[in-house]
Nanobody, 123 residues
């Protein structure tokens, strides 16, 4: 089992940047595929980015490709989401998630979730 805690959210103007962090504790962090998801008010949770166990391979939603970067530091048990060129439509609660089995864009494939961190982008 793994526990996840996100941080780094906040209020930023359009065009700005934020870096989210997700600290993991519990079972060996490097054995998990890690993902970032987001949920805006009244909308379903949607995939943002995912990283393989080593961090060598990553995959992004089309809506964030070229603007967001997922990375991980297995020595620090932490996964990051660097968000640049932020847009008002990026406003959401951002969640990190861990899967022991799959490199996936589907929320149901992830077993463990953090509590979320709010990102608000003003126009």
């Amino acid at each position: 089992q793994v526990q996840l805690v996100e941080s780094g959210g906040g209020l930023v103007q359009a065009g700005g940047s934020l870096r989210l962090s997700c600290a993991a504790s519990g079972r060996a962090f490097s054995t998990y595929f890690m993902g970032w998801f987001r949920q805006a008010p009244g909308k379903e949770r949607e995939f943002v980015a995912t990283s393989m166990k080593s961090g060598a391979n990553t995959y992004y939603a089309d809506s964030v490709k070229g603007r967001f970067t997922i990375s991980r530091d297995n020595a620090k048990n932490t996964v990051y989401l660097q968000m640049d060129s932020l847009k008002p439509e990026d406003t959401a609660v951002y969640y990190c998630a861990a899967s022991p089995r799959l490199y996936s864009v589907v929320p149901d494939e992830y077993d463990y979730w953090g509590q979320g961190t709010q990102v608000t982008v003003s126009s």
